[in-house]
């Protein structure tokens, strides 16, 4: 049988890469990892072991710690040149009962021998040496056709699997964007992402829409989790973050941090508060996330369904900072009660329906946001009880 060849190797693996649309070394791993599973059941060899794919074809190696290696050989009555080998430098992760585990460019190793008078601690760094296995290239041709037959495409599975994981792992927290598949009777929404689908669940949608198949859809890429070793991710368009991500994009002085978003509170799709802090004195960051007439913030608004988006100026004064919080109303007076974590807050009388909000939206925001529950009173009213205190004092 004529030995496997480099280029034999390579043009499969590119031609695989092609076929399933992933990188080639994510291929030339999976293959690698099939021939190495594939020679260590054969050979009932226990410790690390790779291949590597070189001119002279599939040349596999025995991974051991130096000091381990070395100690080996003095007992053996041998002095090793360690010149004949190839080294590869690594990080120890950590040390367990169940041994020593290094990271390296090649992969990650456990090593369950390890000197016992050596401590070893995290991020150290370690020399190991590769060994060339004795074997016959014929033999590691015959375990390598095996693994292609047997667990090459699983092990291709498994890492297309982990590198989906990771890629949307990194967008985490990100706004991403996708196509309506499905819509299960649970209310839940099936979202096709392009190389996945994620779920929107039917909790983490705005009360007020509805979809259907082929809508498009934007949406915070919430949560991204691993289930029974799949990618499984979870959107959402109700978290506070999607709303920040929306203002990041809209608006560049966020983006660049002139303006801190210090918080946002949400009841999706009726109104979210944001409360802004300007990092340079010149600029008045109300003014600059509202823009004139309140354009800037429209077409987000426009996103969350007609979600009202009113900016709060941050204060470090609790009056002062519950005051501005109440817009769109118009707070006259603050009476702050700090022991029972009240607030009364004085609005002019045609303002008292605005003040407490459609259902108290707008008092449950303010207290969410400020931690104080909030007693309104119209102008006249309070006016009428603070007379009243002063003729029974």
Not at 239 to 255: C, D, Q, T, V
Not at 272 to 282: E, F, N, P, T, W
Not at 308 to 315: A, P
């Amino acid at each position: 049988m004529a030995a496997i060849s480099v280029e034999q190797i390579k043009k499969l693996i590119k031609q695989i890469a092609q076929e399933r649309d992933v990188k080639e070394a994510l291929v030339e791993k999976a293959l690698k990892d099939a021939i190495v599973t594939a020679i260590k059941k054969g050979k009932g060899i226990e410790g690390n072991l790779i291949v590597e794919f070189t001119e002279e074809g599939i040349k596999p190696y025995l991974v051991e710690l130096k000091e381990v290696f070395e100690e080996k050989k003095r007992k053996e009555g041998q002095i090793v040149n360690f010149d004949r080998f190839q080294k590869l430098e690594g990080t120890v992760l950590h040390r367990t009962r169940s041994g020593l585990k290094v990271k390296t460019e090649k992969g990650t190793f456990l090593f369950k021998e390890y000197p016992a008078d050596r401590t070893y601690e995290g991020g150290e760094r370690v020399v190991l040496v590769l060994i060339p296995l004795e074997i016959e290239p014929e033999e590691v041709d015959y375990y390598a056709a095996k693994a292609a037959k047997e667990t090459f495409l699983k092990e291709l599975a498994d890492a297309i699997k982990e590198q989906s994981y990771r890629e949307f792992k990194e967008l985490e927290g990100d706004i991403v964007y996708g196509v309506v598949r499905k819509v299960l009777p649970s209310g839940d929404v099936v979202v096709d992402l392009g190389k996945i689908d994620a779920v929107l669940p039917k909790r983490e949608q705005i009360p007020t829409e509805t979809y259907s198949v082929n809508d498009r859809i934007k949406a915070l890429l919430w949560k991204v989790e691993k289930r029974r070793g799949k990618p499984h991710l979870v959107l959402s368009r109700t978290h506070p973050l999607f709303l920040r991500r929306l203002l990041e994009k809209e608006i560049s002085e966020i983006e660049e941090g002139k303006v801190e978003v210090k918080r946002i509170v949400r009841e999706p799709g009726d109104r979210a508060k944001v409360v802004v802090l300007s990092k340079d004195g010149r600029v008045d960051p109300v003014g600059v996330v509202l823009g004139l007439r309140g354009e800037r913030v429209q077409p987000i608004s426009k996103e969350l369904s007609g979600e009202k988006i009113d900016i709060v100026r941050f204060s470090e004064k609790e009056d002062e900072f519950i005051k501005n919080a109440m817009v769109p109303a118009r707070a006259l007076k603050v009476v702050l009660k700090p022991q029972e974590k009240r607030a009364e807050v004085v609005v002019p009388d045609d303002q008292l329906s605005l003040a407490i909000g459609k259902r108290g939206t707008n008092v449950k925001l303010v207290h969410r946001l400020t931690g104080y529950h909030i007693d309104v009173f119209a102008e006249s009213d309070y006016k009428k009880i603070e007379q009243l205190k002063t003729d029974e004092g």
